[in-house]
């Protein structure tokens, strides 16, 4: 699974999931170009890791040409994307769900996803190689009270599909993470604050825990290394097994663990 010289570049690089891509990217060997709308902290991150830092906001498709543009002209050929900048959403109910913040969703999590996929994945394919590794959610596979990022987050698992057929031939790949409920700064926030509770997260895993950013990092990367070269077009969840958890409380909940063998 190494990467050693591999150009990579992570949107939304700068914290949570997208640093910890960024630190295993560089451990396995990459070149990274660390991305965020956060310069200053994405600046830190690259002295850090020793990669290429480079402002960058998503939402237009000006800005996600010009920063492949750029990056290919200091780094070399693009081979490695990882589509992690993204906004979350405060859990409303519908009608109380403002317009701003619908559009904000949209624009970030779906409608940059795929903007930046494009500027740098249509390159990929004039060369006849590269891989992308979107960054989904469990959200996108089930109905939540996040009436505005669950089917933004559906949305990139279908454009995710869509891309690996697009540019399949061309010999790019394009793969999607699905996260869980995962202790990123923003959740560690959430839960000083009163807002989640640790172990109600826990308890509906099967698995009994939360995922930790480097276990999203460790499927991105494997996804995209050569390990993975037959695999495109799938959407991978990383979450400890909630998304098999919630079925078995019409049989009772998960069974108890059985305890260690002597």
Not at 112 to 120: I, K, N, P, Q, W
Request: glycine share 10%; hydrophobic share 45%; with cysteine.
């Amino acid at each position: 699974m190494s990467l050693e010289g591999k150009v990579a570049v992570v949107t939304g690089g700068a914290s949570g999931i997208g640093a910890a891509c960024c630190r295993l990217l560089a451990a396995r060997g990459a070149k990274v170009a660390v991305t965020d709308r956060d310069l200053p902290r994405t600046e830190a991150l690259a002295r850090e890791i020793g990669g290429h830092a480079l402002a960058l906001d998503v939402a237009t498709q000006a800005a996600n040409e010009a920063a492949a543009a750029e990056i290919e002209a200091s780094l070399g050929p693009v081979e490695i994307l990882v589509t992690s900048a993204g906004v979350l959403q405060r859990p409303l109910r519908a009608e109380d769900l403002p317009e701003a913040d619908i559009h904000q969703v949209v624009n970030i999590d779906q409608i940059g996803t795929y903007l930046s996929a494009v500027a740098f994945g249509a390159r990929m394919a004039r060369r006849g190689r590269g891989s992308i590794v979107t960054i989904a959610s469990i959200s996108g596979s089930r109905g939540l009270p996040l009436h505005a990022y669950a089917p933004a987050k559906a949305a990139v698992i279908e454009m995710t599909r869509c891309l690996a057929g697009e540019w399949g031939r061309s010999g790019v790949r394009v793969n999607s993470v699905s996260p869980g409920f995962t202790m990123t700064p923003a959740m560690a926030s959430a839960i000083q604050a009163g807002e989640r509770d640790p172990a109600l997260l826990e308890e509906t895993s099967a698995l009994g825990r939360m995922i930790t950013t480097e276990d999203v990092a460790e499927a991105v990367c494997f996804l995209a290394s050569e390990a993975a070269r037959a695999i495109t077009g799938i959407d991978l969840p990383v979450d400890a097994g909630w998304l098999v958890a919630p079925s078995w409380a019409s049989y009772g909940g998960l069974p108890p663990a059985r305890g260690n063998a002597a």
